[in-house]
Nanobody, 124 residues
Framework: QVQLVESGGGLVQAGGSLRLSCAAS????????VGWFRQAPGKEREFVAT????????YYADSVKGRFTISRDYAKNTVNLQMNSLKPEDTAVYYC?????????????????WGQGAQVTVSS
């Protein structure tokens, strides 16, 4: 069983930065791929970024590539999402998720555990 808690959301002006953290409980978190998804009001949940359980591969949605960076700290059982050059269209609730499947996981149904979400609001 893995429990995930996101933190670090908030309000920022366009062009600013935020860092989201996903803290996990459970000794086996290091063997899970971790992804970030987001959902804006009135829109479907969309994939943002993912990192494999080894940390060796990272993959990003085209909309955030070059601006967001996903990283994981095995010692602290956390996965971070550094978000730079934020845009108003990045406004959403951001969720982290953990999945036991191998490979690069970009689809929500591939993940077994989800956090409660963190609000990110980017003002213009």
């Amino acid at each position: 069983q893995v429990q995930l808690v996101e933190s670090g959301g908030g309000l920022v002006q366009a062009g600013g930065s935020l860092r989201l953290s996903c803290a996990a409980s459970g000794r086996t978190f290091g063997s899970y791929a971790v992804g970030w998804f987001r959902q804006a009001p009135g829109k479907e949940r969309e994939f943002v970024a993912t990192v494999t359980w080894t940390g060796g591969s990272r993959y990003y949605a085209d909309s955030v590539k070059g601006r967001f960076t996903i990283s994981r700290d095995y010692a602290k059982n956390t996965v971070n999402l550094q978000m730079n050059s934020l845009k108003p269209e990045d406004t959403a609730v951001y969720y982290c998720a953990a999945g036991r499947l191998g490979g690069v996981l970009t689809i929500g149904t591939m993940y077994q555990y989800w956090g409660q979400g963190a609000q990110v609001t980017v003002s213009s």
